[in-house]
């Protein structure tokens, strides 16, 4: 059973960093496509970085790039995101994803385990 824990979320004020932890367990860690989602209230869960299987080529939405950054530790299981420069904007709960089958795009477009997820608060 795949199962997905992430940790590191916080309060924090505008212009700190985060670094957001995610462990997975149940299958082959290294196989398969990992990523980060958010969410806020009402609305719909949004990708905002992903990697792929493998030594991993990250993607990121538009809206973190140059600010966050993926990575993974295959020997760890875990999958990282550093928050940089945080803004109000990027307060949300944010989910841990992994592809269901193996491989898988750096945007983890087909279908995913989640985690529980983790809440980010970012105060202006």
């Known amino acids: 059973q795949v199962q997905l824990v992430e940790s590191g979320g916080g309060l924090v004020q505008a212009g700190d960093s985060l670094r957001l932890s995610c462990v997975a367990s149940?299958?082959?860690?290294?196989?398969?496509?990992m990523g980060w989602f958010r969410q806020t209230p009402g609305k719909e869960r949004k990708f905002v970085a992903g990697?792929?299987?493998?030594?991993?080529?990250?993607s990121y939405a538009d809206s973190v790039k140059d600010r966050f950054t993926i990575s993974r530790d295959n020997a760890k299981s875990t999958v990282y995101l550093q928050m940089n420069s945080l803004k109000p904007e990027d307060t949300a709960v944010y989910y841990c994803?992994?592809?269901?089958?193996?491989?898988?795009?750096?945007?983890?477009?087909?279908?995913?385990?989640w985690g529980e997820g983790t809440l980010v608060t970012v105060s202006s």
């Open positions: 990697v792929t299987a493998g030594d991993g080529v990250a």
């Open positions: 149940g299958r082959p860690f290294r196989v398969f496509a």
């Open positions: 994803a992994q592809h269901k089958d193996p491989l898988g795009n750096g945007r983890l477009t087909g279908e995913k385990y």
